[in-house]
């Protein structure tokens, strides 16, 4: 019979090939793949980029902080939706359906407003820096109820504003407080139901053509 040796070293019969901490380790990876994923898709889905295609492709009203600027938008139809803090630099606008759309904090320099329906519209904190607004050839961009609390306009162009060829309707509740109305121009327009508390005049013409330099 073979002899026993009880000094010799004892070997299990198995290994388990996972210990408990090694599962530990496994399984929060699991999970951290689970938690992260969907965040990483949800992040490539919003890209500014993205949000921009799905916007113009009428998918979403939102587009913060997208770029849409140099584009044609006129005779389109926005109404509520979001462009906060989005670029809109040159964008054409004239004639668009724009009522309670949101522009706070947008750049709208030198963008076209022509003709737009901007009732209820907020321009909050936006650069509208000669932006135009002007009416003429029968027709009129639509102010009411509209938003420039502490907006950047000077330069911007309002001539003949609330006033339309069935009559004049002024700009009910149109809300300049704290605006930037330097070189703005408002000749001919009816400012009738407008709000202008502390906002700046300066260099800016009003719709009897003369020159205010009230904060000059």
Known sequence: MPSFNRDAPQYPLRQEWMNKRSCIVVCLCYLAGIITLPIILFLFWNRPEAQKQRFLQRETNQCQRCDLSNKDLSL????????????????????????????????????????ANLENTIFDGANLSQADFHCGAGTCTYLDGTSFRNANLTGANFSYVGRTPVGDLGLPNVDFTGSDLSEANFEGANLKGSVMDQAKLCNTKMPDGKISKRNC
């Open 76 to 115: 389109k139809q926005f109404n509520n939706a979001d462009f906060s803090q989005a670029n809109l630099q040159n964008t054409i606008l004239g004639a668009t359906k724009l009522r309670n759309a949101n522009f706070s904090h947008a750049n709208l320099q030198q963008a076209v407003l022509r003709q």
